[in-house]
């Protein structure tokens, strides 16, 4: 039994935990990201990363002009276009650090008609590869449900160690500390899309524990596509 006034006390408790992970995260990722900055330096990873950053804050700033392009498609259309259209500008961002293959990394040197070329060619690799990650994530979004919270976290997190990041931590744990700094480079191309799309989603979506099987679901799905795109650019002479 509840003492007077302990069940009303009780929705503010509920709040205030809601409240704390999503500033938990925040926090943990302003801290991991001005650390991982302040100690590369202006490197071309900095800087890509600082220009993912503030193409995810025009985002943020700029969201109801974006998705009121992107209404009239339907909300599957609407999700996986509005993904891959802006991991395509992200891949942008990457050809000065870590483009699909270092062969096609741009400089200063690099001629725009060149640079142009690689860029193309990246995308070549990467998007249909994007059009293979989203189609996974958007089956996962439309048939359970997600918070806002959770969806960035998890997906974020699921991208990240699919991306790459797996074997890397798996090398290196202690850089788990670092892990949003990563993720952040997800954000930038998954939480837009799942503001357009969010209103719009069936009602009667699942709350069961299966709705993290998203994040093995979209690891094994960047381990395959990640092995056709190495294998099809090795015969490309690419890497």
């Known amino acids: 039994m509840t003492g ?21 995260y925040c926090v943990w990722a302003g801290l991991a990201i001005a650390f991982s900055l302040a100690l590369a330096g202006l490197k071309p990873e900095s800087v890509t ?6 193409f995810l804050l025009a985002q943020l700033l700029f969201r109801r002009p974006l998705l009121r392009g992107f209404s009239p498609l339907p909300p599957k259309a609407r999700f ?3 993904a891959t259209l802006l991991a395509a500008v992200v891949e942008a961002f990457h050809m ?14 690099t001629p725009l008609a060149q640079a142009c070329t690689r860029y193309g060619l990246d995308l070549l690799f990467t998007l249909p590869a994007y059009l293979v990650i989203f189609t996974v994530l958007w089956s996962y979004v439309r048939r359970y449900q997600y918070s806002f919270w959770l969806y960035v976290v998890l997906m974020g997190l699921a991208q990240a160690l699919g991306d790459g990041g797996l074997f890397f931590f798996a090398a290196s744990p202690a850089l788990l500390a670092f892990l949003p700094y990563p993720m952040s480079n997800y954000h930038a191309v998954n939480v837009l899309p799942f503001l357009a799309v969010r209103d719009e989603l069936p009602a009667a979506r699942s709350a069961s524990p299966w709705r993290y099987t998203a994040l093995p679901a979209i690891i094994a799905t960047y381990l395959v596509c990640g092995a056709g795109i190495r294998l099809v650019g090795r015969l490309c002479g690419l890497e």
């Open 96 to 109: 000065i650090s870590t483009p699909v293959f270092l062969s096609l990394r741009i400089d200063r040197t």
């Open 4 to 24: 007077p006034g302990e069940a009303d006390q009780e929705p503010g408790r509920l709040t205030l935990r809601r409240s704390f992970w999503p500033l938990a």
């Open 80 to 82: 996986i276009a509005l």
């Open 49 to 54: 990363r600082l220009q993912v950053l503030g």
